[in-house]
């Protein structure tokens, strides 16, 4: 069986090192046992948008990193190749077709009602703005109140969805970087969550893999 | 067979009516031609952060609508649910493998490559918020730049992923409202699309429902 190929950049900042998406495949495939192998595309700014070689947009459409390669079958998005792994793995995602469900519903949660905030919060963050204009302010409130609508879900439970899924390494790795600009700091059982997360050995390798990936490339 | 039930609010402001993410699952379940009933909860502002009954933050923990009650099974987030009935109709996703991967993963590309970015373009936008901040510009240019590539992709196909899909009705209703704020100037492609999706039967009568039910409690 030949093995699936996670792809990422050659190379980036040291900002973003620990925080690119290949991070989330990396830890679904260790979780689950999964064999796989990396390869690399050359690190290019994404913004301004530059014309990448045709051959790399037709695998993922808008100049970013990671895609999935399993047999002939190309998967982008971080969310769609969690979903792909979650079907080969109990360890990542329940066959039940309730539990299943739940998974997929937190899934989505993870990523559009929290990072589709905390992503753009995020690059205020990244780029130092803190001037409070008023579509700055609706944000941050936005923002404040999605976090704290997971904190009420997290203290009540250990994992999202009944066991350990992808929906977890999702949630976990959004809330991450909210943590990593101090944006939990009234959400006692969203840092406990992610503390739990990322001390599981699955992210601590992957984590590692993906720091001494990108010093390779020093 | 008992039916499923759409749950959305009573009412809301005319700014967000034609707009609010019940119309996403309207509109599938139009496409696929499958009977549903339509129940509501009252309107409260979601920000800043209002303690909702537990009965309702149990079915949606962010206090948000919709949410799409089958059986004894409750989903929420737009795009759960649309992956749930995508999961009954091959009028919204194919069965073979890899044509419904495609679709997938696609539906992940235009909530998280283009919404997680033009949603909060569209925050600022309704709040009239126009000073060019440093992370404003960023966010701006990472617009800019999602919209290009969607460009591409629909320059050179109908559909996104084949036939046309659920992956299709989130993408056109998050470059609609893009549209709304004239974001599409430069992308003759995407507004074709947009045209062609939003002129399809089920669009204009979960167009009509969603505004016929909100003028009920008017």
Not at 20 to 44: C, H, K, M, N, Q
Not at 57 to 81: C, H, K, M, N, R
Not at 119 to 144: C, M, N, V
Not at 174 to 181: D, E, I, K, P, S
């Amino acid at each position: 069986m030949p093995e699936m190929t996670l792809t990422t950049l050659n190379w980036v900042p040291d900002l973003p090192r620990g925080y690119v998406r290949d991070l989330r495949v990396r830890w679904a495939l260790e979780e689950a046992g999964l064999p796989y192998r990396v390869a690399s595309v050359p690190f290019t700014p994404s913004v301004p948008s530059r014309e990448l070689d045709a051959g790399q947009l037709a695998l993922q459409p808008y100049a970013q990193v990671p895609w999935l390669t399993d047999g002939g079958q190309t998967i982008f998005e971080s969310g769609a190749i969690l979903l792909y792994l979650g079907e080969r793995s109990t360890a990542l995602m329940p066959t039940e077709r309730r539990a299943r469900q739940d998974v997929i519903t937190w899934v989505f949660a993870a990523l559009n009602s929290v990072e589709a905030i905390s992503l753009p919060w995020s690059i205020y963050q990244f780029a130092g703005d803190t001037e409070q204009t008023p579509g700055r302010k609706h944000l941050d409130a936005i923002l404040k109140a999605r976090v704290h609508y997971t904190e009420q879900v997290l203290a009540g439970r250990e994992w999202l969805a009944g066991a350990f899924s992808i929906a977890d390494i999702l949630m976990a790795d959004v809330l991450r970087l909210v943590h990593r600009f101090d944006g939990l700091a009234d959400a006692p059982a969203c840092r406990g969550y992610v503390e739990a997360a990322t001390g599981r050995p699955a992210f601590a390798q992957a984590y590692s893999d993906q720091m001494a990936h990108f010093a390779k490339a020093d």
